[in-house]
């Protein structure tokens, strides 16, 4: 799994990994499935969706060769990251949003 690399602003970040490497250990989120609802049935489904398209999106080497897609939830912000990062090194080379513009989010807050 790609190491994630954390600014000091990210107090607590939950690495989800590469949407790529969970699909291909065959995890799955943690969703009853004893009886499920309607409505987790339908968020197993989108997350499959996204798994595939992420899935497609890295195979096409659309990020280079040695890059790849990854979410990350920051559990301080409650915002999802989706970062491009180097498989090898663990580095972010792009993330959307910005650092800076969450840490303007969080001093906006805070006024």
């Known amino acids: 799994m790609a190491e994630v690399v954390r600014h000091p602003s990210e107090a607590n ?39 595939q398209a992420v899935k497609a999106l890295n195979g096409t080497q659309l990020f280079g060769s040695h890059s790849e897609l990854t979410f990350v939830f920051d559990r301080e912000t409650h915002r999802a990251l989706v970062r491009v990062v180097d498989r090898k090194t663990g580095e972010v080379t792009m993330q959307v949003p910005p650092e800076y513009v969450i840490r303007m989010a969080e001093q906006t807050k805070t006024k």
Do not use: F, T, Y
């Open 13 to 51: 970040p939950m690495d989800i990994g590469s949407v790529i490497n969970a699909a291909a250990a065959g995890r799955v989120p943690a969703i009853s499935l004893d009886s499920p609802s309607p409505e987790s049935r339908a968020q197993v489904a989108k997350q499959r969706e996204l798994i």
